[in-house]
């Protein structure tokens, strides 16, 4: 198959390798039925990404993702900051009773 010699402006080329179930993936029940062509396995890989990109479910599994790694930095972070807290208030008190002494 001749590929195209230039795109248009708004195109750009790009190359990727896929495993083999990706690609019965994409394709779907076509591929029972005749060898998929590269130019249909390309218009598969653009539908899906057109999807994946405008599809609001995606978007909003995305943003549901984010917060809850928001939620468990800053969990992360009022651990940390309670634990060393409790070391500096251990360190004072070791240091009192060294004064007391």
């Given at each position: 198959?001749?590929?195209?010699?230039?795109?248009?402006?708004?195109?750009?080329?790009?190359?990727?390798?896929?495993?083999?179930?990706?690609?019965d993936a994409l394709t779907?029940?076509?591929?029972?039925?005749?060898?998929?062509?590269?130019?249909?396995?390309?218009?598969?890989?653009?539908?899906?990404?057109?999807?994946?990109?405008?599809?609001?479910?995606?978007?909003?599994?995305?943003?549901?993702?984010?917060?809850?790694?928001?939620?468990?930095?800053?969990?992360?972070?009022?651990?940390?900051?309670?634990?060393?807290?409790?070391?500096?208030?251990?360190?004072?008190?070791?240091e009192a009773?060294?004064?007391?002494?």
């Amino acid at each position: 198959m001749a590929r195209p010699k230039s795109l248009p402006d708004d195109q750009i080329r790009v190359t990727v390798r896929l495993p083999q179930t990706l690609v019965d993936a994409l394709t779907g029940p076509t591929r029972r039925y005749r060898q998929t062509s590269p130019g249909h396995l390309s218009a598969a890989v653009r539908q899906a990404l057109h999807h994946y990109l405008a599809c609001p479910e995606l978007q909003q599994a995305e943003a549901e993702a984010q917060a809850i790694a928001d939620v468990q930095a800053a969990a992360a972070a009022q651990a940390v900051a309670d634990w060393l807290r409790e070391v500096e208030a251990k360190e004072a008190a070791r240091e009192a009773r060294r004064q007391a002494r």
